[in-house]
């Protein structure tokens, strides 16, 4: 069934983007809750995260996400109330509902009717809160929000006293009256708008419309609210009147033939559609650094990943002109001296140079995000993971203020939930284990993520049971992936990198969490698509880490162009460790490998020149090259004829046309026109037989 929504295509992105940052944080907070279930603090953010879905939700005319939110913000308000306290039943009962919020937010993408209904979670609550009701409870404060079936019809008195005099703590009844622009096309939610904002100042004791009435979306002409509260009329007077299209606001003190001066506001220039908006950017669960001026909200600008990559491709384009015009130069300067016309050009080229760089950075900084809106999901993946498990398990992450480009995280994201999945899995123990082994009860994975090198580095860490390099030789033998004279010959470091094999899993049976072998091999896939490379460090008995080394953008590379005969490569700096010049002398053989000695250590080398069937035009070489690079734990020396410099090259995909080509990830297009192709270095490795 369709559903039409009070919201326009300009706000929706804002809305989307609000409603997914509260509902993650909600997820956070309630793993935390479990662990922290005194904090405060924690408490009251999740109320607030909550309070702001609803209010988002409610004047976008969507009654099925308010009534939930209503609901979750109710169970917080019991448990800052002590109601009842923290347990895994609620944590459950809460967690169930931002999954159903998730699903009632693509309605509002689709415009669609999902299958889902939020009544039975919503009846969930109620029973909850009637099981655990006491007599003790009864006696608190009525919630700070009214239910949805709050009716207008009669105003109880204030409490601690009666006829608008105080009560003990200061509180005291207010009544507001105010009138809604005629004009306005989304009346239904400026009067929502009115109901949030008395409710962050106090109690409503009465109002009309109620708020079922208002969740109908049917238009509001005149809204009327008994507010107990202990701020001054003023102020309230003051939040209210920053409400557009409302035309006139009374407040007074309850009884009262005089209110306060009115304040009389003329219709703003721009329409309602805004409503969402202004209070998606306004929401109260992201309090403003600068004390909630307005300035604050207009200084961000929200805007299209597709723009973004726009952008991205024209500075590339960019870069590829200012290396054309770096030769140019150089040509010049090279064939005339002294030529005033050429040294304007040269500064006319450096100053262009200096730009382009500022562009691109300023350009990568936009496109940048912290990795942690990738790794906060995981304390709630974790927690459901272990639960099916039957394990106990923390998460902890550091680093999630890491900056990475967009569409590097799109790319790790698959790679970390395996890893993830697999520590929880595979290295940690049962909790029987952990106490037979001395180890606390609860196990740990530790996320972690850091710039090094111009490069980002991301661990996976457990302080499990560590991976058996000998339990591998056997199982990687029992599948008939390899002879046991094969496997006998790995070393231990070897044998534990056989868990990247195709297939090859150490699961005994197939669970929900792992046991297809289908995990690992995609993780290093994965990343090795895209220039990076994955290690593995393990102790029995005490854990196990992998490690993560990638680019910090997937547009624009920089690397190394060498030359081999007639053709350019360019090799990811990220790979690269150092250069190397070799004589004939340098090269040495063993089993029939070429090998140098590197600072007395053996270095494998692979000849591009062999490996292409590139022509020998030059049938003696004087002097070769070597470029060590490292992928994974192997360190190998590509031969070359020549360095022609390091360059930031736009990558460029090779097309169907030609399709993949063994050991080349991509092309770009050089500032002389000509075309050089991009190295995938650990494909390169397997082509040249070097696992």
């Given at each position: 069934?369709?559903?039409?929504?009070?919201?326009?295509?300009?706000?929706l992105?804002?809305?989307?983007?609000?409603?997914?940052?509260?509902?993650?944080?909600?997820?956070?907070?309630?793993?935390?809750?479990?662990?922290r279930?005194?904090?405060?603090?924690?408490?009251?953010n999740?109320?607030?995260?909550?309070?702001?879905?609803?209010?988002?939700?409610?004047?976008?005319?969507?009654?099925?996400?308010?009534?939930?939110?209503?609901?979750?913000?109710?169970?917080?308000?019991?448990?800052?109330?002590?109601?009842?306290?923290?347990?895994?039943?609620l944590?459950?009962l809460?967690?169930?509902?931002?999954?159903g919020?998730?699903?009632l937010?693509?309605?509002?993408?689709?415009?669609?009717?999902?299958?889902?209904?939020?009544?039975?979670?919503i009846?969930?609550?109620?029973?909850?809160?009637?099981?655990?009701?006491?007599?003790?409870?009864?006696?608190?404060?009525?919630?700070?929000?009214?239910?949805?079936?709050?009716?207008?019809?009669?105003?109880?008195?204030?409490?601690?006293?009666?006829?608008?005099?105080?009560?003990?703590?200061?509180?005291?009844p207010?009544?507001?009256?105010?009138?809604?622009?005629?004009?306005?096309?989304?009346?239904?939610?400026?009067?929502?708008?009115?109901?949030?904002?008395?409710?962050?100042?106090?109690?409503?004791?009465?109002?009309?419309?109620?708020?079922?009435?208002?969740?109908?979306?049917?238009?509001v002409?005149?809204f009327?609210?008994?507010?107990?509260?202990?701020?001054?009329?003023?102020?309230?007077?003051?939040?209210?009147?920053?409400?557009?299209?409302?035309?006139?606001?009374?407040?007074?003190?309850?009884?009262?033939?005089?209110?306060?001066?009115?304040?009389?506001?003329?219709?703003?220039?721009?329409?309602?559609?805004?409503?969402?908006?202004?209070?998606?950017?306004?929401?109260?669960?992201?309090?403003?650094?600068?004390?909630?001026s307005?300035?604050?909200?207009?200084?961000?600008?929200?805007?299209?990943?597709?723009?973004?990559?726009?952008?991205?491709?024209?500075?590339?384009e960019?870069?590829?002109?200012r290396?054309?015009?770096?030769?140019?130069?150089?040509?010049?300067?090279?064939?005339?001296?002294?030529?005033?016309?050429?040294?304007?050009?040269?500064?006319?080229?450096?100053?262009?140079?200096r730009?382009?760089?500022?562009?691109?950075?300023?350009?990568?900084?936009?496109?940048?995000?912290?990795?942690?809106?990738?790794?906060?999901?995981?304390?709630?993946m974790?927690?459901?993971?272990?639960?099916?498990?039957?394990?106990?398990?923390?998460?902890?992450?550091?680093?999630?203020?890491?900056?990475?480009?967009r569409s590097?995280?799109?790319?790790?994201?698959?790679?970390?939930?395996?890893?993830?999945?697999?520590?929880?899995?595979?290295?940690?123990?049962?909790?029987?284990?952990?106490?037979?082994?001395?180890?606390?009860?609860?196990?740990?994975?530790?996320?972690?993520?850091?710039?090094?090198?111009?490069?980002?580095?991301?661990?996976?860490?457990?302080?499990?049971?560590?991976?058996?390099?000998?339990?591998?030789?056997?199982?990687?033998?029992?599948?008939?992936?390899?002879?046991?004279?094969?496997?006998?010959s790995?070393?231990?470091?070897?044998?534990?990198?056989?868990?990247?094999?195709?297939?090859?899993?150490?699961?005994?049976?197939?669970?929900?969490?792992?046991?297809?072998?289908?995990?690992m091999?995609?993780?290093?896939?994965?990343i090795?698509?895209?220039?990076?490379?994955?290690?593995?460090?393990?102790?029995?008995?005490?854990?196990?880490?992998?490690?993560?080394?990638?680019?910090?953008?997937?547009?624009?590379?920089?690397?190394?162009?060498?030359?081999?005969?007639?053709?350019?490569?360019?090799?990811?700096?990220?790979?690269?460790?150092?250069?190397?010049?070799?004589?004939?002398?340098?090269?040495?053989?063993?089993?029939?490998?070429?090998?140098?000695?590197?600072?007395?250590?053996?270095?494998?080398?692979?000849?591009?020149?062999?490996?292409?069937?590139?022509?020998?035009?030059?049938?003696?070489?004087?002097?070769?090259?070597?470029?060590?690079?490292?992928?994974?734990?192997h360190?190998?020396?590509?031969?070359?004829?020549?360095?022609?410099?390091e360059?930031e090259?736009?990558?460029?995909?090779?097309?169907?046309?030609?399709?993949?080509?063994?050991?080349?990830?991509?092309?770009?297009?050089?500032?002389?026109?000509?075309?050089?192709?991009?190295?995938?270095v650990?494909?390169?490795?397997?082509?040249?037989?070097?696992?």
């Amino acid at each position: 069934m369709q559903i039409v929504f009070d919201i326009s295509q300009d706000e929706l992105p804002i809305f989307l983007a609000e409603v997914d940052e509260h509902l993650q944080t909600l997820d956070e907070i309630l793993v935390q809750l479990e662990h922290r279930s005194e904090d405060a603090d924690l408490l009251q953010n999740a109320f607030r995260a909550a309070h702001t879905l609803k209010g988002m939700s409610g004047m976008i005319g969507h009654p099925r996400m308010t009534a939930l939110t209503h609901a979750l913000e109710t169970a917080f308000d019991g448990l800052r109330k002590h109601n009842y306290s923290v347990s895994t039943a609620l944590i459950d009962l809460c967690l169930d509902a931002i999954d159903g919020l998730r699903l009632l937010r693509d309605e509002v993408v689709e415009g669609v009717r999902s299958d889902f209904d939020p009544q039975g979670l919503i009846a969930g609550f109620a029973d909850f809160n009637a099981a655990q009701a006491s007599p003790a409870a009864s006696c608190q404060a009525a919630p700070a929000s009214p239910p949805p079936a709050l009716e207008g019809s009669s105003s109880p008195a204030a409490p601690g006293g009666s006829n608008g005099d105080s009560g003990a703590n200061g509180s005291h009844p207010l009544d507001i009256s105010a009138l809604i622009d005629p004009r306005s096309i989304a009346s239904a939610a400026r009067a929502f708008q009115l109901m949030m904002t008395l409710m962050e100042m106090g109690e409503i004791a009465a109002m009309q419309p109620t708020q079922a009435q208002i969740e109908t979306a049917q238009p509001v002409k005149t809204f009327t609210a008994t507010l107990i509260t202990d701020q001054p009329a003023e102020k309230v007077l003051e939040k209210l009147k920053h409400i557009s299209e409302v035309e006139h606001i009374c407040v007074g003190k309850a009884g009262e033939a005089q209110p306060l001066p009115a304040l009389e506001k003329s219709p703003p220039p721009l329409p309602a559609p805004e409503a969402a908006a202004s209070a998606a950017t306004a929401g109260a669960a992201r309090p403003r650094s600068n004390g909630g001026s307005a300035k604050s909200v207009d200084m961000t600008v929200r805007t299209s990943v597709e723009r973004l990559d726009s952008l991205m491709n024209l500075v590339g384009e960019l870069i590829t002109d200012r290396n054309h015009l770096f030769q140019v130069r150089n040509r010049l300067e090279s064939q005339t001296r002294n030529n005033p016309l050429v040294e304007n050009l040269a500064e006319t080229v450096a100053h262009i140079s200096r730009i382009t760089d500022q562009l691109q950075e300023e350009v990568m900084r936009i496109r940048m995000l912290p990795i942690g809106n990738l790794l906060h999901k995981f304390p709630r993946m974790v927690r459901d993971m272990s639960h099916k498990a039957g394990k106990l398990v923390d998460v902890v992450i550091h680093g999630e203020d890491t900056e990475l480009d967009r569409s590097m995280i799109e790319e790790i994201n698959d790679p970390l939930i395996h890893l993830v999945r697999n520590a929880i899995d595979h290295g940690i123990e049962s909790p029987q284990e952990r106490r037979a082994a001395g180890k606390p009860e609860r196990g740990t994975v530790t996320l972690n993520a850091w710039h090094e090198q111009g490069r980002i580095i991301l661990t996976v860490a457990d302080d499990g049971r560590g991976i058996d390099a000998n339990f591998l030789r056997k199982k990687v033998v029992k599948k008939g992936l390899m002879t046991a004279e094969e496997a006998a010959s790995l070393s231990d470091e070897q044998a534990v990198e056989l868990i990247f094999l195709p297939g090859f899993s150490t699961a005994e049976k197939v669970t929900d969490i792992s046991g297809r072998g289908v995990g690992m091999d995609i993780v290093q896939t994965n990343i090795q698509r895209v220039n990076g490379s994955i290690h593995i460090e393990t102790a029995l008995g005490r854990g196990t880490t992998f490690q993560i080394v990638l680019p910090l953008t997937l547009a624009i590379v920089p690397t190394l162009l060498v030359r081999v005969g007639e053709a350019t490569f360019a090799i990811p700096l990220v790979m690269v460790l150092e250069t190397l010049r070799l004589s004939a002398a340098d090269i040495k053989t063993i089993r029939q490998k070429p090998v140098t000695l590197l600072r007395g250590s053996v270095l494998p080398l692979v000849h591009l020149r062999e490996l292409y069937a590139l022509r020998d035009e030059e049938k003696a070489h004087k002097r070769l090259f070597a470029v060590v690079i490292q992928s994974g734990k192997h360190r190998v020396g590509l031969v070359v004829d020549a360095f022609m410099g390091e360059e930031e090259v736009v990558v460029k995909s090779l097309g169907k046309f030609v399709g993949e080509v063994p050991g080349i990830s991509s092309a770009a297009i050089l500032g002389d026109g000509s075309i050089t192709l991009i190295v995938d270095v650990p494909a390169l490795l397997r082509l040249a037989g070097i696992h």
